[in-house]
């Protein structure tokens, strides 16, 4: 079974300032889909990046970049520019095809002024 | 675009009563999910539908479990008789095409069984 792990509990960063968030999972598979979903207090989680496995770049979106090392399975999450509205619950989680979902245990992001 | 509703937001019962969630999906979206988040860990899936289909409930408790999505649209979700351990924010999502496709959440009910 696919197993997700993300190794820091809690986070804290200076607004304005860059933050990376640390992912790893364990798959024999070669083609699978990682995310990272953002879940602020009280509200819903949405979907912050996705990145497909058979894709050597790295996906971007807006302050949002993924790093991600397929052979170390390895896939951190950097935010830039930190705002106060990046505090939330980050989740990573990993996808294969006809599978579901599998999460991570989340890792809790404050971002201080 | 109206989002993944749904009711309610809160819910406090006592052990082996009974609660029922429901949820709302975006229109249109054939793909729906039911998720368990227990208090420090992320989601887990409970089950998907395809439409009016069961494509995955490998990880639904059936003995206290179920659901339904009559006519392909909104769904509920059943435990009976609920368990000190059933206490747990319960997610839906929904998704336009098959789970490849961007899922998006619901505000998610929050469950405290005494």
């Known amino acids: 079974a696919q197993t997700v792990t993300q190794s820091q509990p809690e986070m804290s960063v200076q607004e304005a300032e860059t933050v990376t968030l640390s992912c790893t999972y364990d798959t024999s598979e070669n083609n699978y889909y990682l995310f990272w979903y953002k879940q602020p207090p009280s509200r819903q989680m949405i979907l912050v990046i996705r990145?497909?496995?058979?894709?050597?770049q790295n996906a971007t979106e807006n302050r949002f970049s993924v790093n991600f090392q397929k052979a170390a399975k390895s896939f951190s999450l950097k935010i830039s520019d930190s705002q106060l509205g990046d505090t939330a619950m980050y989740f990573c989680?990993?996808?294969?095809?006809?599978?579901?979902?599998?999460f991570g245990k989340g890792t809790r992001l404050s971002v201080i002024a | 675009e109206a989002g993944v509703a749904q009711s309610p937001r809160y819910k406090i019962i006592e052990k082996r009563q009974s609660v029922a969630f429901w949820c709302n999906p975006i229109s249109g979206h054939a793909t729906l999910y039911w998720y368990q988040q227990i208090l420090g860990q992320g989601p887990k899936l409970l089950i998907q539908f395809q439409n009016n289909g069961v494509v995955d409930d490998s990880q639904l408790p059936k003995d206290r479990f179920s659901a339904e999505r009559l006519k392909g649209v909104d769904s509920t979700l059943k435990i009976q008789p609920a368990k000190l351990e059933d206490s747990a924010v319960y997610l839906c999502a929904s998704s336009l095409g098959g789970p490849l496709e961007t899922q998006y959440f619901g505000p998610g009910t929050r469950l405290l069984v005494l």
């Open positions: 989680a990993f996808m294969k095809q006809g599978t579901p979902l599998v």
């Open positions: 990145q497909e496995a058979y894709k050597q």
